[in-house]
Each structure stands twice: as structure tokens, then as C-alpha cells.
Nanobody, 122 residues
Framework: QVQLVESGGGLVQAGGSLSLSCAAS????????MGWFRQAPGKEREFVAA????????YYANSVKGRFTISRDNAKNTVYLQMNSLKLEDTAVYYC???????????????WGQGTQVTVSS
């Protein structure tokens, strides 16, 4: 089992920045690809970003490419999501996820965090 706990959500004005963190515990963190998803009210959960085990490769949804950056620190068992140039449509609950492969991290992660709310205001 892998336990994931997100932090860093909050209220920010459009155009601003926010950084999310996800602390992992349980099995060896570096064995897992990590990712972020989000779910806006009335919408399905959608993929946002993913990063490989060692952090050498990243993958982003088109809607956030160039604005969001995913990174990880395996020594701290933590994955991050830096969000810049935030838009109203970025408002959602953001979830951290872990998976045994990069294919699964974008489609069907093995583990989920409880989520953290991000609200972008005008």
C-alpha cells in the first residue's frame, strides 16, 4: 500500500501561482510513477501531469502545458505540482496519484490521495 497526502491548495487570483505537494508513505516511493489529476464540479476527473520514477520524463495535459510543472524528490518521498498563470478553469479538487507504470499513471493509477481544493478567483 502507498498512502498519499496532498497539501498546498487554497484560493488564488487568476494569473497567480500555487504549489501543491504530495507526501507518500508505505512502499518504496521511487518504484512508482507519480501524477496529478483534478476534478471540477460537475465534471469527470481528468489527468493533469505525470512524472517517471526517477523524474527524468514528464507528461502534461494540453490544458496545462507550459503553465504547470511536475517534479519529485525521492529523498523526501514527495511529488510537487507548481501551477503558474492560473485560470478560472483550473478551479478543481486536485488529486495526487501513484502507479506502477507511466501507462497506468495516466489512465488507472493504483493509489490516490484524498485531494486538495484549488480555487481560482477573478
Amino acid at each position: 500500500q502507498v498512502q498519499l497526502v496532498e497539501s498546498g491548495g487554497g484560493l488564488v487570483q487568476a494569473g497567480g501561482s500555487l504549489s501543491l505537494s504530495c507526501a507518500a508513505s508505505g512502499r518504496t516511493f521511487s518504484n512508482y510513477a507519480m501524477g496529478w489529476f483534478r476534478q471540477a464540479p460537475g465534471k469527470e476527473r481528468e489527468f493533469v501531469a505525470a512524472i517517471t520514477w526517477g523524474g527524468s520524463s514528464t507528461y502534461y495535459a494540453n490544458s496545462v502545458k507550459g503553465r504547470f510543472t511536475i517534479s519529485r524528490d525521492n529523498a523526501k518521498n514527495t511529488v510537487y505540482l507548481q501551477m503558474n498563470s492560473l485560470k478560472l478553469e483550473d478551479t478543481a479538487v486536485y488529486y495526487c496519484a501513484a502507479a506502477v507504470s507511466m501507462v497506468k499513471i495516466t489512465t488507472a493509477p493504483n493509489y490516490w490521495g484524498q485531494g486538495t481544493q484549488v480555487t481560482v478567483s477573478s
